[in-house]
């Protein structure tokens, strides 16, 4: 009788760490998986970008439509949490961003309708020009 009670806790134990039981969000195979070649590179991590990654930026308003200042946060994989093993650096000076850091850019909004970015610096960069 306690040889059965036994052997039904063990196998009611084993199902819950499997993720049979409950949501299973340890088990590797519940994460996507990204589809296709990436698209692009994230500017501060560098981890490719795939179909639906995008970067997190804010871009501000002003005068001329052509030439608006932008804030580049980071991608899913650095921002607003670092996975393991990503690093976020600067493609300007080369030093770690902090993580409440961020790039400071030009968006450049061309006739044809395409987008490009030109990146200024970091949160870091602008402390060594203040002093």
């Not at 063990?10 to 590797?28: M, Q």
């Not at 990503?86 to 400071?104: E, S, T």
């Amino acid at each position: 009788m306690f040889i059965l009670i036994g052997i039904s806790v063990l196998i009611i134990l084993l199902c819950f760490k499997s993720g049979l039981f409950g949501n299973g969000s340890n088990n590797d195979s519940n994460r996507k998986k990204p589809k296709g070649e990436p698209k692009s590179n994230c500017p501060i991590c560098n981890s490719p970008l795939f179909q639906g990654e995008n970067i997190i930026s804010r871009v501000y308003k002003g005068t001329d439509k052509t030439d608006q200042a932008c804030t580049i946060l980071g991608c899913p994989h650095c921002y607003p949490k670092l996975e393991p093993g990503i690093q976020r650096v600067c493609p300007v000076c080369h030093q770690n961003i902090p993580l409440n850091g961020h790039l400071d850019a030009h968006l450049f909004l061309r006739d044809t309708g395409k987008r490009h970015v030109h990146i200024t610096g970091c949160t870091e960069c602008h402390k060594k020009n203040k002093k």
